[in-house]
């Protein structure tokens, strides 16, 4: 949830596209910040995907990212 509440594309745009026919990619951006669910709705997998101005690329996920310890 703290991601979800400190990462600035979840203050931009949102959009969503099927993935094959059984996921569905949600995907929130605002300016050089982007981030990506993918959710497989059979199975119940999934991954999010982040830009990390930081460190200059996406990274995976994970609840011990250091974005995601950032106040």
């Known amino acids: 949830m703290r991601f979800r509440n400190a990462y600035p594309a979840f203050q931009g745009d949102f959009t969503y596209d099927p993935v094959g026919e059984e996921s569905l990619a949600l995907t929130w951006q605002k300016d ?10 059979k199975t ?18 994970s609840d011990q990212d250091p974005f995601t310890l950032r106040k």
Do not use: M, S, W
């Open 32 to 41: 050089e910040y982007k981030t990506t669910l993918t959710a497989n709705l």
């Open 44 to 61: 119940h997998e999934y991954r999010i995907v982040y830009f990390d101005p930081q460190k200059g690329r996406d990274c995976l996920f």
